[in-house]
């Protein structure tokens, strides 16, 4: 058990839908990071928040859309949902501060599995 | 632009035997390296990590060695358990980049008894 709690666990919904993942990072973890992994695809990296504040983005489609609570927990909202958002998507979170020496490990939630049909 | 490259998808092992996990980079900027274990419908578990500093980490049956000039590393287990049996991600991050990893597209390692 890594610490990071994910929900839901699967999700089944249509296209043109919305979805709202939710992530709970480790005790004392600041950042949060969202990760899609598609069918044969390696982990891709979406976006990272640090302490609320947007940190980096990465593939993320104008589409999908995150944020980080006061209370560290992060949701990451898809909308206009098509059949190729079908994936896992994982949330990860670590100390790591804004300015992190190299050395920070973060460490994966289960995933939260979306299939849109 | 993959800057994190895994070239062997696949790779079958006998249980007892070394099972060597490649991996290649190109971002020279690259200065911390982590392998992670996945299984399937699990999210990826942090296994050992090594810095630029540093050529070689071992950690018990896990040894990741790290070749900047050439800009590739490898995991080495040894002796390969059933147990090992999974998907392995390479990941690399960069200096003042906030802890964000790049990650490999995994190589599927199966060890058969």
């Known amino acids: 058990d890594s610490g990071v709690t994910q929900t839901p666990k699967h999700l089944i919904t249509a296209t043109g839908q919305r979805v709202t993942l939710r992530c709970s990072p480790r005790s004392g973890d600041l950042s949060v990071y969202w990760y899609q992994q598609s069918l044969d695809q390696g982990l891709q990296f979406l976006i990272h928040?640090?302490?609320?504040?947007?940190?980096a983005k990465g593939n993320i489609l104008e589409r999908f859309s995150a944020q980080q609570f006061p209370d560290l927990h992060s949701e990451l909202n898809l909308s206009s949902l098509e059949l190729g958002d079908s994936a896992l998507y994982f949330c990860?979170?670590?100390?790591?501060?804004?300015?992190?020496?190299?050395?920070?490990?973060?460490?994966f939630g289960e995933g939260s599995w979306l299939t849109v049909v | 632009d993959q800057q994190v490259k895994q070239n062997s998808p696949s790779l079958s092992v006998q249980e007892g035997r070394i099972s060597i996990l490649n991996c290649d980079y190109t971002?020279?900027?690259?200065?911390?390296f982590l392998w992670y274990k996945k299984y399937p419908a699990e999210g990826p578990t942090f296994l050992i990590s090594i810095s630029s500093i540093k050529d070689k980490n071992e950690d018990g049956r896990f040894t990741v060695f790290l070749n900047k000039s050439a800009k590739h590393l490898s995991l080495h287990i040894v002796p390969s358990q059933p147990g090992d049996s999974a998907v392995y991600f390479c990941?690399?991050?960069?200096?003042?980049?906030?802890?964000?990893?790049?990650f490999g597209q995994g190589t599927e390692l199966s060890v058969k008894p």
């Open positions: 928040y640090y302490n609320g504040e947007e940190r």
């Open positions: 990860a979170s670590s100390v790591a501060t804004v300015s992190v020496p190299s050395g920070n490990t973060i460490y």
């Open positions: 971002n020279s900027m690259f200065d911390y």
């Open positions: 990941a690399a991050s960069a200096r003042n980049q906030g802890g964000k990893l790049i």
